[in-house]
Each structure stands twice: as C-alpha cells, then as structure tokens.
C-alpha cells in the first residue's frame, strides 16, 4: 500500500517537538553529570563515592521495577490487554538497555563497598542482599526479558488480544511483582541492616 506523504508543515512541527525533547533531555543530563561530578569530588572518601553510586544505581534499577509493576496492577485491574501489551513491549525494551548494566552496576559497587569497608561477609544483611539479587538479576535476564521477546512474536501471529498472549502476561507480569517485592525486601534490609 502507498503512504501519503504528511504534509511539510506537520513534518516540521514533529521534527522541531523532537529537537526540544532532546535539548531538554541533554540539558537535563548535562546538569545531573556535573553536580554528581561536583558532589563527588567534594566527598569525604572513596567509600562515600562507591555508597552514593550505588544507592544512584538502586534508585534507577528498583524505582523503575515499581513504577512497571504498579502500571501492571492498574493495567491488570482495568482489563486493559492493550496498555498492558504496550507495558511490556516497553519493558522488554528498556530492560537490556537501562536496567541489566544497572543491576550488575549495583552488584559491583556492592562488593567494592563490602571490601572497602571492611565488613566482611559473615552477615544476615549482605548475604540476605547477595542471594536475593542472585535470584531477582537471573530471573530478569534468563526469564522475563527473553519471554517478553516470545510473547511479543507471538502477539505478531496470533493477535495481541489472543487469550495465550494476555495469559502469558499476566503470568510475566505475576513473576515481575515477586521480583518487584524481593527488591524493595533488599532495600529495606541494606538500610536496617538486620542484626541477626
Ligand atoms: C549484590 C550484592 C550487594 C552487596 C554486597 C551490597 C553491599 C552494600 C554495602 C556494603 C552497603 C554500605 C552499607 C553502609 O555503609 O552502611 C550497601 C548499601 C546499600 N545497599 Fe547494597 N549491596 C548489594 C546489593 C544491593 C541491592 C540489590 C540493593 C537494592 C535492591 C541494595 C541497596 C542498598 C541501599 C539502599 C544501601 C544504602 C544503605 C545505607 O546507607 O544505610 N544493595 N550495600
């Protein structure tokens, strides 16, 4: 089938609204690198440094996870087979790309912490953490990312409104919260460090 053209003016009007998000978008970035470089340099040690990336890399990773899951409960309450498709289609996109060199960000600074304040690993609180993102960054990378890959293909063949591709989801989607729910257990337990 041909596609019309769209007309010069509307083209012009989407070509100058993504010029201004990605001015923005720089702008915003720009700032964020220099104070983070400024707050940095100014920490008291290295020890602050590795903390503060850390804790930047688990707000990003966590934060993102409960914003998906919430948006999958509405979704889910809702009915909404499309939006919930679309979610997924998203999070099967930004998961390769944001969240897997975060988590294993998260997972790096974490050791480097446990060395550099010497710790020690003989405690409930970093075994609690080491296990618990052993199994949430596996589930993510082995199961939930490749299975958003079939259901979107499978949503190509059969229709994304085909009861497999909506059962398959809520299933993904049922899986997504207990990783959701073991992440937010690991926050809770690095800042309240359990002592037993
Ligand atoms: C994977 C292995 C991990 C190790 C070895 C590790 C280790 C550490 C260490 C040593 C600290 C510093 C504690 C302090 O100075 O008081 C810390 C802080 C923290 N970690 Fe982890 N971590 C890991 C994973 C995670 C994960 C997966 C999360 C979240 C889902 C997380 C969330 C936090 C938070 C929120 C803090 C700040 C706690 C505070 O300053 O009170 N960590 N982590």
Same mark, same amino acid.
């Given at each position: 089938? +041909? +596609? ?8 012009? +009007?989407?070509?100058?609204?993504? &010029? ?10 720009? #700032? ?6 400024? /707050? &940095?340099?100014?920490?008291?040690? !290295? ?8 804790? &930047?890399?688990? *707000? ?5 996870? *409960?914003?998906?899951? !919430?948006?999958?409960?509405? /979704? ?5 087979? +499309?939006?919930?498709?679309?979610? $997924?289609?998203?999070? $099967? ?13 998260? /997972? ?15 405690? =409930?609180?970093?075994? =609690?953490? @080491? ?11 082995? =199961? @939930? ?35 959701? #729910?073991?992440?937010?257990? @690991? *926050?809770?337990?690095? *800042? ?5």
């Amino acid at each position: 089938m +041909e +596609e019309t053209a769209a007309p010069a003016e509307t083209l012009s +009007e989407t070509v100058e609204e993504r &010029l201004r998000t990605a001015t923005s978008a720089m702008l915003a970035g720009a #700032v964020l690198v220099a104070v983070v470089i400024l /707050f &940095l340099a100014l920490a008291p040690g !290295t020890y602050q440094v590795l903390l503060a990336l850390h804790v &930047l890399a688990v *707000v990003i990773w966590v934060g993102g996870d *409960v914003t998906l899951t !919430t948006l999958g409960v509405v /979704f889910e309450r809702k009915r909404d087979g +499309e939006a919930l498709a679309q979610l $997924g289609k998203l999070g $099967g996109w930004i998961g390769p790309k944001l969240y897997t060199p975060v988590l294993f960000a998260v /997972f790096g600074l974490g050791i480097a912490l446990v060395q550099k304040g010497n710790w020690g690993w003989n405690h =409930f609180w970093i075994d =609690f953490a @080491i296990a618990g993102w052993g199994a949430t960054a596996t589930l993510g990378i082995a =199961f @939930i990312g490749p299975e958003l890959g079939r259901i979107g293909a499978l949503a190509g063949q059969i229709g994304p409104d085909a009861p497999e591709v909506g059962r398959r989801i809520n299933r993904l989607f049922m899986i997504f919260r207990c990783q959701t #729910v073991t992440l937010m257990l @690991i *926050v809770v337990d690095m *800042v309240a460090k359990p002592n037993f």
